[in-house]
C-alpha cells in the first residue's frame, strides 16, 4: 500500500461537517465516494484528515491522507488530481496528491492548524459575493480593541471555557498567532493558529473578542474566562460561514512523522 497526502479545499455550506455520517452530505463522505470509484471498493482505505470541520466551516488548506494499492498508485498517479476533478462535486477540490512515508499522519503529525475567521461592520453588511464566508456584525468594532483582547488569549492555557468538553480529552492548548487585521475592503480578518483546538473553540474565541471590539465587554473579559474549567454560558459561539481552515503545518523533515505523531498522542491524551 502507498500512502497518498490529499490537500483538500471545501465550500463547507451545504456540507454537515467533514466527518462522514449517516444520511448527510459531508466532505469525508463525498471523498470516500470518489475514492472508491476511482480505486474500487474498498480499496482506498484510512481515509483522515487533519481537522474535522464543523458544519458550515470552509476550508482552503485541509490535509487528509489515505492509503491506496500501489500498482493502482502508479497507474493513477499522472491523471489522479484531474480524475477527481470530474468526479467530486464543485463546492469540493482536491487540489493536489502525493506520495508520503507510510508514518505520516494528517492528524497526529500536524505542527498547528491555521484558521481564519471574516467579519465586516459595514453598515450594508457582506458583500454579495462573499456573503457564504464573511459575517456581518451589526456594530462597529475597532481593530486595536480586538487585537488587545487576543493578546490575552496566546500562549498555552486550559481552554474550557471555550470548548465543548470530550470525555477523557484535554481542553489544554497552545496558541501561537491570534491577531485581527483590517483589509482594504474594510472587512476585518481574525488568525488564529494553534496546536490544535478543541471543537468550537476558534468560534469560541472570536465570539467573546466580538462583543470586547464593539464595546459591550471589557477588553480583558475574554483571557478572564481562563481561569474557569467549565464551558461559559456567558460566551457566544460565531457563526461557522465566518470560518476557514487555511493551513495546516507538518514538521519539514519527514523523518520527524513519526516522533511528531507520538508526541502529539501523548499530548491529547
Given at each position: 500500500?502507498?500512502?497518498?497526502?490529499?490537500?483538500?479545499?471545501?465550500?463547507?455550506?451545504?456540507?454537515?461537517?467533514?466527518?462522514?455520517?449517516?444520511?448527510?452530505?459531508?466532505?469525508?463522505?463525498?471523498?470516500?465516494?470518489?475514492?472508491?470509484?476511482?480505486?474500487g471498493?474498498?480499496?482506498?482505505?484510512?481515509?483522515?484528515?487533519?481537522?474535522?470541520?464543523?458544519?458550515?466551516?470552509?476550508?482552503?488548506g485541509?490535509?487528509?491522507?489515505?492509503?491506496?494499492?500501489?500498482?493502482?498508485?502508479?497507474?493513477?498517479?499522472?491523471?489522479?488530481?484531474?480524475?477527481?476533478?470530474?468526479?467530486?462535486?464543485?463546492?469540493?477540490?482536491?487540489?493536489a496528491?502525493?506520495?508520503?512515508?507510510?508514518?505520516?499522519?494528517?492528524?497526529?503529525?500536524?505542527?498547528?492548524?491555521?484558521?481564519?475567521?471574516?467579519?465586516?461592520?459595514?453598515?450594508?453588511?457582506?458583500?454579495?459575493?462573499?456573503?457564504?464566508?464573511?459575517?456581518?456584525?451589526?456594530?462597529?468594532?475597532?481593530?486595536?480593541?480586538?487585537?488587545?483582547?487576543?493578546?490575552?488569549?496566546?500562549?498555552?492555557?486550559?481552554?474550557?471555557?471555550?470548548?465543548?468538553?470530550?470525555?477523557?480529552?484535554?481542553?489544554?492548548?497552545?496558541?501561537?498567532?491570534?491577531?485581527?487585521?483590517?483589509?482594504?475592503?474594510?472587512?476585518?480578518?481574525?488568525?488564529?493558529?494553534?496546536?490544535?483546538?478543541?471543537?468550537?473553540?476558534?468560534?469560541?474565541l472570536v465570539?467573546?473578542?466580538?462583543?470586547?471590539?464593539?464595546?459591550?465587554?471589557?477588553?480583558?473579559?475574554?483571557?478572564?474566562?481562563?481561569?474557569?474549567?467549565?464551558?461559559?454560558?456567558?460566551?457566544?459561539?460565531?457563526?461557522?460561514?465566518?470560518?476557514?481552515?487555511?493551513?495546516?503545518?507538518?514538521?519539514?523533515?519527514?523523518?520527524?512523522?513519526?516522533?511528531?505523531?507520538?508526541?502529539?498522542?501523548?499530548?491529547?491524551?
Amino acid at each position: 500500500m502507498t500512502r497518498l497526502r490529499l490537500d483538500v479545499s471545501y465550500d463547507g455550506t451545504a456540507f454537515s461537517g467533514w466527518a462522514a455520517q449517516p444520511e448527510r452530505r459531508t466532505v469525508a463522505g463525498v471523498l470516500a465516494e470518489a475514492l472508491q470509484r476511482l480505486f474500487g471498493a474498498g480499496e482506498a482505505t484510512g481515509l483522515t484528515v487533519a481537522g474535522r470541520t464543523d458544519a458550515g466551516v470552509h476550508a482552503t488548506g485541509q490535509v487528509c491522507h489515505v492509503d491506496v494499492p500501489d500498482e493502482e498508485w502508479i497507474r493513477l498517479a499522472p491523471t489522479l488530481v484531474r480524475r477527481l476533478a470530474g468526479l467530486m462535486p464543485p463546492d469540493a477540490r482536491i487540489r493536489a496528491v502525493r506520495e508520503v512515508p507510510g508514518d505520516f499522519d494528517a492528524r497526529f503529525s500536524a505542527t498547528f492548524r491555521r484558521y481564519e475567521y471574516r467579519v465586516t461592520d459595514a453598515p450594508y453588511g457582506a458583500e454579495p459575493l462573499r456573503r457564504v464566508d464573511t459575517l456581518a456584525w451589526p456594530r462597529p468594532l475597532d481593530v486595536d480593541t480586538l487585537n488587545a483582547a487576543a493578546k490575552g488569549l496566546l500562549g498555552e492555557h486550559d481552554f474550557a471555557a471555550y470548548c465543548k468538553r470530550k470525555e477523557n480529552a484535554t481542553t489544554i492548548r497552545a496558541i501561537t498567532r491570534l491577531d485581527w487585521r483590517r483589509d482594504p475592503d474594510g472587512t476585518l480578518v481574525a488568525t488564529v493558529q494553534a496546536d490544535a483546538f478543541c471543537q468550537a473553540m476558534v468560534r469560541s474565541l472570536v465570539g467573546a473578542m466580538l462583543t470586547a471590539g464593539d464595546g459591550r465587554r471589557p477588553v480583558d473579559w475574554p483571557a478572564s474566562l481562563l481561569s474557569r474549567r467549565e464551558r461559559s454560558s456567558e460566551v457566544t459561539v460565531a457563526p461557522a460561514h465566518g470560518l476557514t481552515l487555511v493551513a495546516v503545518g507538518y514538521p519539514e523533515d519527514p523523518e520527524e512523522y513519526a516522533s511528531r505523531a507520538e508526541l502529539t498522542r501523548r499530548l491529547r491524551g
